[in-house]
């Protein structure tokens, strides 16, 4: 597709549960971001991938989120044993390169995963 | 880090006003962008304005790179200009801080 596909749109799951979320960015962008928005709440960076290199990890809650993008395209977020606090709006962007210097670099961003924890 | 505050929080506006939005940031910055997120939640850029002016139709935007912060200018508001506005920086590590938002409704 042309933009940033996220999947799936809307997931409810217990509290203790494991989720998976699914990033698919547009091809050939070499950066990919994840964010979470709070319900009301600005954005808050999670991790950053840019092409093979290792990713920045350091927004990461605990350690019961981890993310991994195989290929250098598709990424998954993993939230293990989830929790209350976790229900958010997920938000996946991919940019062509991780030094955006002008508008053409700019971040796309996918239409996000709400996830809801019971 | 570096600390991102807009202004005003909310607005309401008559179809046809003008308004500005404001971005303070705490420290320079490599980039800065400006994104409005519709009802709907998606999120669109807007500008990507380090410093400088730019124009994008009734859009506009200016940053005072040397003074910290960024304005955001909406001409003759539409219903659909209503959402959510945030301005996000790079302080250089690549982690965009984004700010807390505008959050605009525009009245027909």
Redesign the interface.
């Known amino acids: 597709g042309a933009g940033v596909s996220q999947s799936p749109s809307n997931k409810v799951t217990e509290k203790g549960k494991d989720v998976e979320l699914r990033c698919d960015p547009i091809s050939g962008h070499t950066?990919l971001?994840w964010?979470r928005q709070s319900l009301g709440?600005?954005?808050?960076?999670l991790i950053?991938f840019?092409g093979n290199s290792a990713p920045?990890k350091?927004?990461l809650p605990s350690d019961r989120f981890s993310a991994e993008r195989t290929g250098g395209s598709v990424s998954t977020l993993t939230i293990q044993r989830t929790q209350q606090e976790d229900s958010a709006?997920y938000?996946c962007?991919s940019s062509l390169v991780?030094?955006?210097?002008?508008?053409t670099?700019?971040?796309?961003?996918g239409?996000?995963t709400r996830l809801t924890v019971l | 880090g570096i600390q991102v505050e807009q202004s005003p929080p909310d607005l309401i506006l008559q179809e046809g006003a003008n308004s500005t939005l404001r971005c303070n940031f705490s420290d320079s910055v490599?980039?800065l962008?400006w994104?409005h997120q519709n009802p709907w939640?998606?999120?669109?850029?807007l500008?990507?304005i380090p410093s400088g002016t730019k124009q994008n139709g009734r859009l506009s935007a200016t940053t005072v790179a040397t003074e910290r912060y960024s304005l955001l200018y909406i001409s003759s508001s539409q219903t659909t200009d209503s959402g959510v506005y945030?301005c996000?920086v790079?302080g250089g590590?690549?982690?965009?801080?984004?700010?807390?938002?505008t959050r605009l409704k525009v009245l027909a």
């Open positions: 950066a971001y964010y709440q600005g954005l808050e960076f950053y840019q920045d350091s927004g709006v938000l962007a991780a030094t955006i210097q002008s508008s670099d700019t971040q796309y961003f239409p996000g | 490599n980039n962008q994104f939640g998606q999120l669109i850029n500008f990507y945030f996000a790079d590590t690549y982690k965009y801080i984004f700010g807390t938002g």
